[in-house]
């Protein structure tokens, strides 16, 4: 409960590549798939995204389709976009894999792969890594869908829970106040 109370994501942005021990990335994957799963579908599939292959997505796939995407971008954005996965040394990227069920409806499935999202950020920040469940522009992009075997036309992208080394402690940040956003259905009226 106290790592839960005090859980905060270090941007991708600020971590450093570092390296994620195999035997923990074994664990952050294992505790991942433990989530609620409706009739054990598994409607959701890892993609790991480590090595050599963060830089050829990001120069072949992701800078190239910004560029196109944004001709007229600066070269400070064009520089981020050239060095996204880079930033973090073991992408996760969750696919949202729904299926056809008579009994159990795709939005169920949809928030399991959320739930999967979840598990791999918190496992991996539990272990002391610096981790941020992003989804961004990318996570819509047909061409990454493409590179990384995703078909786009039946699946998502939940997520990429980009894992690497803390360079500082994280801060908090402002949090609702539960008043604001809980209705008690406590009695009747």
Not at 65 to 94: D, G
Not at 108 to 123: D, T
Not at 156 to 179: N, T, V
Request: proline residues 4%; aromatic residues 12%.
């Amino acid at each position: 409960i106290s790592f839960l109370e005090k859980r905060r994501s270090t941007v991708a942005k600020k971590m450093r590549v570092g390296i994620v021990k195999k035997k923990d990335l074994d664990t952050i994957l294992r505790i991942g798939l433990r989530v609620p799963d409706h009739g054990g579908l598994k409607p959701w599939r890892l993609k790991l995204i480590q090595g050599k292959m963060r830089k050829f997505l990001d120069e072949n796939i992701i800078f190239k389709e910004f560029k196109r995407l944004n001709p007229e971008a600066s070269e400070k954005i064009l520089n981020i976009e050239r060095n996204r996965f880079q930033r973090a040394h073991t992408i996760v990227t969750v696919v949202s894999t729904p299926v056809y069920h008579k009994k159990i409806p795709k939005w169920e499935q949809v928030l399991s792969a959320g739930a999967v999202c979840s598990n791999i950020l918190y496992s991996a920040q539990a272990l002391g890594y610096a981790a941020q469940w992003l989804t961004e522009w990318y996570a819509y992009n047909h061409a990454l869908f493409k590179a990384l075997d995703i078909d786009y036309k039946k699946h998502k992208i939940a997520g990429f829970i980009y894992i690497g080394k803390k360079s500082f402690q994280p801060k908090e940040r402002a949090r609702p106040d539960i008043k604001t956003v809980l209705q008690n259905f406590n009695e009747f009226t």
